[in-house]
């Protein structure tokens, strides 16, 4: 029988349950007393189990390619003598070894062959424990829906139901396999945690944590410990980046709100972490304790708590010199160094005070990775030391480190997402010594690398939910910035006081530059949507979709922003023109004129509506470029806005005699390759109406009545025939499954309350009976319910919210079409009016028949009926009413 020798294995960017932390070998029985002794080479060993042996000790000495090459010829003598039992041992040593080097794709075929060999012993109970270690790698490979496969549920909705059997939890439970029943809790409760689903993230590792408190498991309790701990940070990190964004904003009240949740969680991570370091410590389990210090370092960072971090960085000092070479010590390493930084400057440099500090942890962690040859932590390691040089200015060392960090990355396996990191970081280095061809090159190799990882790297990898702004979005902006640094604008702009003139490159083509950065800002649109919505929604681009769109509307201009942090570029593609550049100085100017806007529209009850500050913005942003439309025939205005200029009803801009809506049509998209390019139109519209009028109480909140809900019901059956409704107890999940199931509806119209939020899990609609739909759920009730008809032509939202606090709400407003399966949408941004919601309704659909007008056309012709019922109709009663996706 093989024997057992303990030896903890976890990861430092957040716990693997390794399913029993021990290193399984298989030991001939005259060898279990030799110790750690290997002298001797491959050909002095005479048998399987002394390769196996000379493994083992190479492995803890932290050798483990020379390991991995002892097991190989031994797994071969196993497999010559059909030793099956010994074949599946040897494979799960080859597979830790191989995680301990980098290498999961590997690891993954050692561990799959090792469950291979289970099944055809019949063992059970080593089986399920190898499905909870295949699981382990696909964590680390960012495959989280895998992992979750293979430990409990193949669909991600089904935690509600019990795991299906033959998966590893299953198989824990049903032959009462304790162990394997904690490790799989374990893993799965930290696979959803990557995921995002925090609340069945906490279930499932609680329910771990009190079993192996009941049976004695005091080596999970650590790594379980410490995914409750980074759970309860990344939650308080959303909430301290809400506080931040609110308080750009200007909502003080929410900023407060925001800040208090923020520090309730990050005072439980607190607790959580340093009761799992009580415990690391007291068995001891180093690398737990290490993992656990690295855990408390942000924490006592953003405290400013100078003696718990000094004290913590002094012990994981400690650590990471008694410690043998391995990944994870490495990135310790690395973590250590990068902790003397300023907090949450990204790859920005801030002053360079720290770097003396941080430089000596780098070169160890280089130093790990290069000595167990583990190209990918390398990679990390040269490339912050590049940019430790980067920040000193001393930019020969700053590249050659750069430079060395991208050829590690590139012999790396699966190292491309480090890779983009330090083109990046090339391309800034370039930037600031002025060498204008070199940087664009870096920068546009940067775009490139994001783009082919794009979908792996902002879905798999959940800490991107929140670096983001940090690590990818600037890449974009950045490049955007230098595409158009060099292109004379449309109309002449001052630089704001306070400004500094930019530093040129040189002029370029600036037609070529302009369609560039057009690209690249769609690509950023793609990134940011596709980082909004994770694993929810798998975006995929048509680049034929802007051909065909722009082709089929010879009258239509489509105005492109990007905000950068000291201007705003307005980028307008008009018909047979070159497109044009127009720069807004500065962006936090026009962001506070653009906040008092839409305040001062949301106070639709204030008469007379004070049209000053639409009039301002008329100026900013249409008027520059008004001659060219007027001389094209512009009749309609599509909008791809960025940040905070997506929640700008464009419509109620204001030139002084007429609202910007009584002159275009006006449409928004997130961006053209994301939006259906077919403009069809049946002859006869049906529209499936639902409609919530009582007040009811939803997640976690009440909702207010919505009385004039039956005279908006009544206005569109009166307007579309052959429609149906479901009003307030009617109007349910299940029934709205069954109307669609029954009738194939051109038109989806809900007047009930919904919101768009910064966590697309929280943007809902309600049903009468106080259910949430999300926008993904409607879009799987239309696949499933007629897959003959799978899109419906438009969604329409008259009762939304747009949550008040931070701009990542607008993302949801940006892609409602694509999430919820439909060619167009129109929401509003806030509750209007009741009975002007009605009247603007009704008027939409019967000029929606018109085959003359297009969705967008028929929008503006009920908006300008709305205008001239009067003063007392305010904008803000029918300006948040916005249509987004395809306007014809």
């Known amino acids: ?391 000193q200015g001393a930019f020969p060392q700053a590249m050659s480190l750069t430079t060395r960090a991208q050829l590690a990355a590139t012999d790396g396996l699966g190292a491309a997402d480090s890779l983009y990191l330090w083109q990046w970081q090339a391309g800034r280095i370039y930037r600031q010594q002025r060498q204008w061809p070199q940087a664009m090159g870096a920068y546009e190799q940067a775009v490139a690398t994001l783009e082919s990882i794009r979908t792996e790297i902002l879905v798999a990898d959940q800490d991107l939910q929140f670096d983001f702004r940090d690590t990818v979005e600037p890449i974009y902006r950045e490049l955007i910035d230098l595409q158009l640094s060099t292109v004379a604008p449309a109309s002449p702009v001052a630089v704001a006081p306070g400004l500094k003139q930019a530093t040129l490159p040189p002029p370029t083509d600036p037609t070529r530059l302009l369609e560039a950065a057009l690209v690249t800002a769609d690509a950023l649109r793609l990134a940011e949507l596709q980082n909004y919505f994770g694993n929810d929604c798998i975006l995929t681009p048509v680049a034929q979709a802007r051909v065909d769109l722009l082709a089929q509307s010879t009258n239509t201009a489509v105005i492109s922003s990007v905000v950068l942090p000291d201007r705003t570029a307005l980028i307008a593609n008009i018909p047979n023109q070159p497109p044009q550049l127009i720069w807004i100085d500065p962006s936090q100017r026009l962001q506070e004129q653009v906040i008092q806007f839409r305040l001062g529209l949301e106070a639709y009850f204030t008469e007379p509506y004070d049209t000053a500050i639409a009039q301002h913005l008329y100026q900013q942003l249409i008027a520059p470029l008004e001659p060219t439309l007027q001389a094209a025939d512009i009749n309609t205005l599509v909008f791809i806005h960025d940040g905070f200029l997506r929640s700008v009803p464009m419509a109620a801009l204001y030139d002084g005699q007429r609202f910007l809506i009584e002159k275009y049509a006006i449409a928004t998209t997130p961006a053209l390759t994301l939006t259906a390019p077919d403009a069809l139109r049946p002859d006869n519209l049906q529209a499936l109406v639902l409609g919530s009028s009582q007040a009811v109480v939803a997640a976690g909140r009440r909702f207010r009545p919505l009385p004039g809900v039956p005279r908006e019901v009544d206005s569109v059956l009166a307007t579309l025939p052959g429609s149906q409704a479901l009003l307030d107890q009617e109007f349910s999940q299940a029934q709205l499954q069954q109307a669609l199931q029954a009738n194939p509806y051109d038109i989806l119209h809900f007047a009930t309350h919904g919101q768009f939020s910064p966590d697309p899990q929280e943007n809902f609609i309600i049903t009468g009976q106080g259910e949430t739909v999300t926008f993904g759920q409607l879009e799987a009730f239309i696949r499933t319910s007629s897959p003959s008809h799978p899109r419906v032509d438009l969604v329409m939202l008259t009762a939304c919210d747009t949550a008040a606090g931070d701009d990542r709400s607008t993302l949801g407003l940006a892609g409602v079409a694509i999430r919820a399966g439909a060619r167009s949408a129109i929401a509003s941004l806030w509750q209007a009016d009741d009975l002007t919601t009605a009247q603007l309704t009704r008027d939409f659909y019967q000029y929606l028949q018109d085959s003359h007008l297009n969705k967008a056309q028929a929008l503006q012709q009920a908006q300008i009926q709305a205008i001239q019922r009067g003063a007392s109709v305010t904008p803000g009663k029918w300006a948040p009413f916005v249509l987004v996706g395809n306007w014809l």
């Open 1 to 391: 029988m093989p024997n057992l020798l303990r030896f903890g294995l976890c990861r430092v960017w957040g716990v693997f349950f390794l399913i029993s932390l021990t290193l399984t070998v298989w030991l001939h029985p005259g060898l279990a007393g030799s110790g750690r002794g290997h002298a001797g080479g491959i050909a002095q060993a005479t048998t399987p189990a002394q390769l196996v042996q000379q493994g083992v000790a190479l492995y803890q000495a932290g050798d483990f390619q020379p390991a991995i090459d002892r097991w190989q010829v031994a797994l071969q003598g196993y497999a010559d003598a059909t030793d099956v039992a010994a074949q599946a041992v040897v494979n799960e040593n080859l597979a830790r070894a191989y995680q301990q080097l980098g290498q999961p794709a590997a690891a993954l075929d050692a561990w799959v062959a090792a469950a291979n060999h289970y099944r055809r012993l019949g063992d059970v109970t080593q089986l399920g424990r190898t499905l909870t270690e295949q699981a382990q790698v696909h964590l680390r490979l960012g495959q989280y829906r895998r992992a979750i496969a293979l430990l409990c549920h193949p669909q991600l909705d089904e935690t509600d139901q019990p795991c299906v059997a033959g998966s590893a939890l299953a198989l824990a439970q049903t032959h009462q396999d304790r162990l394997g029943e904690v490790a799989a809790l374990g893993s799965l409760g930290e696979s959803y945690r990557l995921w995002g689903d925090y609340t069945t993230a906490e279930t499932m590792l609680q329910q771990g944590l009190a079993l192996a408190q009941t049976d004695g498991y005091v080596q999970f309790q650590v790594p379980i410990l410490n995914s409750l701990g980074s759970l309860a940070q990344r939650q308080a990190r959303i909430s301290f980046q809400r506080a931040e964004s609110a308080q750009q904003l200007g909502l003080s009240g929410f900023a407060r709100d925001f800040f208090a949740q923020a520090q309730q969680r990050q005072a439980e991570a607190q607790q959580v972490l340093e009761s799992s370091l009580a415990l690391a410590q007291g068995q001891p389990d180093p690398l737990g304790e290490l993992q656990t210090r690295l855990n408390l370092l942000p924490i006592y960072r953003r405290q400013t708590d100078d003696r718990a971090l000094q004290e913590n960085r002094q012990r994981l000092a400690a650590l990471l010199t008694q410690l043998p070479a391995s990944r994870p010590v490495a990135y310790g390493a690395i973590a250590l160094g990068k902790s003397y930084q300023p907090v949450d400057v990204g790859f920005r440099c801030v002053g360079t005070d720290w770097t003396a500090q941080a430089q000596p942890w780098l070169e160890q962690g280089a130093a790990i990775a290069a000595t167990i040859a583990d190209r990918r932590t390398e990679s990390f390691a040269l490339g912050e030391l590049g940019h430790l040089y980067e920040c």
